[in-house]
């Protein structure tokens, strides 16, 4: 890839997950491509693994374009997984750790889930809904124990396994795999009402990816650190993705510590960071330490750094921050590149989409006039491909043309957008949103 306008691709360059995944185990052989916590994945041994997952699932009668659900923390079997379904042709469903009740049957019933794949802690939480879950066929438990599986947990009709026997000695099932054909769907928050299932093709999956790899200029000398949830875009695409794209390593943790944050920095040379919310804000608050810059990391990648501790953040810290605005549907459609950017803005609009600011009749508003911000992409599955089972909404979302975002901005004379808020009613927690659906359902 070049550093420019925009990235270019090899022509050799792969458009689906599987073959991307080759090809970086061909280029980079024992070289560690994921560690959780200490467990790791060479390059070699993650496409060895998913090619294993893969017969998995072709061996429990998983068919390609069948979905089977995730409900796992942060580990290297949770990508083993994710990986191993594409090499099956199956599409990832992913299903928020949370999910408790009527927001988790409705992902996995809605998404026509013909499996699930989720760690042990969370099983008691499917089997209270499980006689809601009719096309729920098969239930694999991620598991730290050796003991026998409870194997009536669940209703009859649904086969339950530990997740090992998903790991199978052989080769993976051929499927005729196309860049456009879908590889996940992730859930957005639902605002007002159910969290509609967001359709990610093979392509959008690697485009993100090579997007924020390119906006980062990340490199094979580069080590990717995250403690958010791998059932979110920005674990996948922007961490474990991107760090893949450049040849480099994902470093993850299941959860985020504010007091050890620079220590887990320093001790595993950690180069580049991703943060939401107010994760930037807890570690500013943080006593001043002596080292605070003594650190290797260079970048953070993320949204939103408030405006008065950007560049303090940065200078006491040593760090560089590139904020970004964007979703899961279409993310980062608006940046702020290191050698153009402004604080307290989004950023421009990015090489990835077109961005405007209109009114309730989709007309472009005059410069520095709020309204509604709207996008559309530069070029074919640069973002996603519609809501599950939902054209009405995809429809709607999509009138004339642009993709409303729902969201509130202005743009200025130079080009450079602000948010302001939201145009739906919805509760931001610990940098996620919540829907009054949610809370009413419960």
Not at 324 to 344: H, K, Q, S, W, Y
Request: charged share 25%.
């Amino acid at each position: 890839m070049a550093v420019g306008e925009r990235y270019e691709l090899a022509s050799d360059a792969a458009h689906t997950m599987p073959e991307w995944i080759r090809q970086k185990a061909a280029r980079n052989g024992d070289k560690i491509a994921l560690d959780v916590e200490g467990a790791t994945r060479t390059y070699a041994e993650m496409d060895r693994e998913t090619d294993r997952v893969g017969a998995g699932f072709a061996a429990f009668g998983f068919e390609p374009g069948d979905h089977c659900a995730l409900m796992m923390t942060n580990s290297v079997e949770n990508v083993d997984t994710w990986f191993g379904m594409t090499k099956a042709g199956v599409v990832e469903l992913a299903v928020h750790n949370a999910a408790r009740g009527n927001l988790l049957r409705h992902v996995v019933d809605h998404g026509l889930a013909k499996g699930i794949v989720l760690d042990e802690d969370f099983l008691p939480h499917l089997t209270d809904i499980a006689d809601e879950l009719p096309l729920l066929e098969h239930v694999f438990v991620h598991r730290q124990t050796d003991g026998d599986l409870d194997r009536r947990a669940l209703p009859s009709r649904i086969a339950i396994h530990d997740r090992r026997e998903l790991v199978v000695d052989a080769a993976p099932p051929a499927v005729a795999t196309t860049l456009d054909m879908p590889a996940s769907i992730l859930h957005s928050s639902g605002t007002t009402g159910p969290p509609k299932g967001i359709v990610i093709s093979h392509e959008s999956a690697l485009h993100s990816s090579r997007h924020l790899s390119w906006l980062m200029d990340y490199t094979e000398e580069d080590r990717l650190y995250s403690a958010f949830p791998l059932f979110h875009n920005n674990a996948k695409y922007t961490t474990v993705m991107a760090a893949m794209v450049a040849d480099g390593t994902a470093i993850m943790e299941k959860r985020f510590s504010v007091s050890r944050f620079w220590d887990t920095m320093r001790a595993h040379r950690i180069t580049a960071i991703n943060y939401m919310g107010a994760l930037l804000m807890m570690l500013f608050k943080q006593d001043p330490r002596p080292d605070d810059a003594d650190n290797d990391v260079r970048i953070a990648f993320g949204a939103p750094c408030p405006v008065e501790i950007w560049e303090p953040f940065e200078e006491r810290f040593g760090i560089k921050l590139v904020e970004v605005f964007g979703m899961t549907e279409a993310p980062m459609m608006c940046e702020n590149r290191l050698d153009d950017r402004r604080i307290g803005s989004a950023g421009k609009e990015s090489m990835s989409y077109q961005v405007r600011i209109v009114d309730e009749h989709d007309r472009e508003v005059p410069r520095n006039t709020p309204g509604e911000i709207v996008m559309r992409p530069k070029g074919p599955y640069y973002m996603f491909s519609g809501y599950h089972r939902l054209p009405d909404k995809t429809v709607e979302a999509w009138r004339n043309l642009w993709f409303h975002t729902g969201d509130r901005g202005r743009m200025d004379e130079d080009g450079f957008v602000y948010f302001i808020d939201r145009m739906k009613d919805n509760i931001r927690r610990r940098g996620e949103n919540i829907s009054s659906w949610e809370i009413e359902s419960v």
